[in-house]
């Protein structure tokens, strides 16, 4: 069993926990991510690795599905049935000297590992941050910690930039150079930052979470296709550089079990 350590909601949708996991602690690295269950009838949900210690992983949970839901409710001192990991590829980082991070919602959980470790290499990192409201940012003074300059979009301007991170991003290309940009959040965010980057002959590392069961390449629900040739992001990925990804495609499986989460929700009680 795997006691959760420290619970602390960022905000009404999402809560960070630490878990107890050794093991998946020690072999952890940044882009890596973790399959857990919350009891021993739950489904397996894949969560990224934001950050770990000799002994503990750190988590970032959006409430939006019946077993995230269900984990929601849990408790400091509460247990997992299962933390399964560290499972996908490790980060690919590159020898670059400035790179620019996008975030948008909790896209800036798996994106914070990455960003670190470039800056721990000696790499200048900006970054744009992107949120529905000024509530729903999180990690933004983790990321201050190492960012150079940080930029913020939100939906209703209650901080920032009123609009889309692209906006901003198109803003920035007009005075910096970067060698590198990541970019994390919804699929169709991905896909518009990486054809903006086209434009300005960016290159554009993305991460990928598609419907995902297993984690070890077997179930095949997690397969993307790029320049007309199937991955699978649980064990090529879940990062990929983002030229010629199929988004199309990987929006259309995304929306999939869209009714079944509906149905999970009101069972729960949210009659979101």
Known sequence: MYEIIEKK?????????????????KNAKPGQFLIIRVDKNGERIPMTIVSHTETTVT????????????????????A??????????????????????????????????????????????????????????????????????????????????KGFVTDVAKRLYETETYDLVIAIGPLAMMRA????????????????NPIMID???MCGNCRVSIAGK???ACVDGPDFPGDDIDFDELLARQNSYREEEHICRIKLGDKK
């Open 59 to 78: 988590i970032i949970v959006q409430k939006v599905g019946y077993s995230t839901m269900l984990l929601g409710k849990m408790q400091k001192g509460d």
């Open 230 to 232: 199937t991955y699978f």
């Open 9 to 25: 909601p960022q905000n009404a949708d999402v809560d960070l926990l630490e878990i107890l996991a050794p093991m998946v602690a």
């Open 193 to 208: 930052v990486v054809e903006l980057d086209k434009k300005h002959g960016l290159k554009t590392d993305v991460s990928l």
């Open 215 to 217: 984690g070890t390449g």
């Open 80 to 161: 997992l049935e299962d933390v399964v990991g560290p499972l996908g590829m490790p980060t690919i980082i590159r020898p670059v000297k400035k790179v620019l991070g996008i975030a948008g919602g909790v896209g800036a959980a798996p994106l914070y590992p990455q960003l670190r470790e470039y800056a721990s290499r000696g790499s200048s990192v900006d970054l744009i941050i992107g949120a529905r409201n000024r509530d729903h940012l999180i990690l933004k003074d983790d990321f201050a910690a190492f960012c150079e300059n940080i930029h913020i979009a939100t939906d209703d301007g209650s901080i920032g930039t």
